[in-house]
């Protein structure tokens, strides 16, 4: 991969990047077009890192479709669909890690230790194989987004860092690899993380309540059940306000503000965000 890139940027061309684990949505695709849109050589890498997943957590049985996966792309255009495997990512006595110490601490940080240092490590590794100008990562997974971001202007990596809306089901639920978990019971309840979303950006630009009051509303939104006949379990592992570039959560609602909030419907995590303000 490495040579090929060193080969493109002799001829002048721009190479774009959009790291993925997979199992493709629309989400990744919008991903892929923005970085045709920006570059004159796009690479995707597919690869489910397995430092970033806690014991317990869904590792084994993440969704993996890899021939699906490099079918929309080539559809797309895509010029090199990189698929390391664990060994050429990993030597059996790796020792090196990159730790972003800030805005990794809160958030998902707290409920999924170690998640955003095997994020970072990995990334960095994909950007010195890939040697990427511009990189294209989402929105949806915004607190990702931000410690990239942090990561890219502390350690001096010399790609641009460009972040891409999430793109939504229909009915407004994130699109996520992972909404293949979800029952079909489960997969109407989770339309109300959105729902709750859009309502506390209304709710934060007529007349702000306090931050509390609006996480409560919140709280009661995403666990109000919408299919009486069928009880899914619903947890809410956090809903904060937090400032949209430091993370920092808000005393009060000022601009710009995000909420933030990780709900398991059932068994499956889902994560979503919302400029409020
Ligand atoms: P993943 O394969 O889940 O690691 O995601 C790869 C990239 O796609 C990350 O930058 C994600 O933030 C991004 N992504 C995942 N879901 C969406 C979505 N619904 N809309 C936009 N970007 C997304």
Redesign the pocket.
């Known amino acids: 991969m490495y040579s090929i890139s060193l080969e493109q940027r002799k001829e002048g061309k721009k190479i774009g990047f959009?790291?993925?684990?997979?199992?493709?949505?629309?989400?990744?695709l919008?991903?892929v077009r923005k970085a045709t849109e920006l570059s004159d050589f796009v690479v995707v890498s597919?690869f489910v890192?397995p430092i970033q997943f806690g014991p317990g957590e869904d590792f084994d049985k993440y969704p993996r479709n890899p021939d699906r996966d490099c079918r929309l792309l080539r559809e797309l255009g895509v010029d090199v669909i990189f698929i390391p495997s664990e060994n050429d990512m990993y030597s059996a006595d790796y020792s090196v890690f990159v730790d972003e110490t800030m805005l990794s601490k809160g958030l998902c940080g707290t409920h999924r230790r170690g998640h955003f240092r095997g994020v970072t490590t990995v990334v960095a590794k994909l950007f010195n194989i890939v040697q990427p100008h511009v990189a294209?990562?989402?929105?949806?997974?915004?607190q990702?987004?931000r410690i990239i971001q942090r990561m890219v202007r502390d350690l001096n990596f010399p790609v641009e860092i460009v972040v891409?809306?999430?793109?939504?089901e229909p009915d407004g639920l994130?699109?996520?690899?992972?909404n293949t978990y979800l029952s079909p019971a489960e997969r109407r309840q989770a339309t109300v993380l959105f729902k709750a979303l859009c309502q506390a950006r209304q709710m934060s630009q007529d007349n702000p309540p306090d931050i509390s009051t609006l996480r409560k509303l919140t709280e009661q939104t995403i666990l109000q059940q919408y299919d009486k006949s069928n009880y899914i379990p619903v947890k809410i592992e956090y809903i904060e306000i937090v400032h949209d570039q430091t993370l920092v959560p808000l005393e009060k609602i000022v601009h710009p503000a995000r909420m933030v909030i990780a709900v398991r419907i059932g068994n499956t995590r889902l994560i979503d965000n919302i400029l409020l303000k």
Request: proline fraction near 6%; charged fraction near 20%; glycine fraction near 8%.
């Open positions: 959009v790291p993925t684990m997979g199992f493709l949505h629309e989400g990744h919008t991903l597919i890192n294209i990562f989402g929105e949806k997974d915004f990702q987004a891409a809306p999430t793109a939504r994130a699109m996520s690899s992972r």
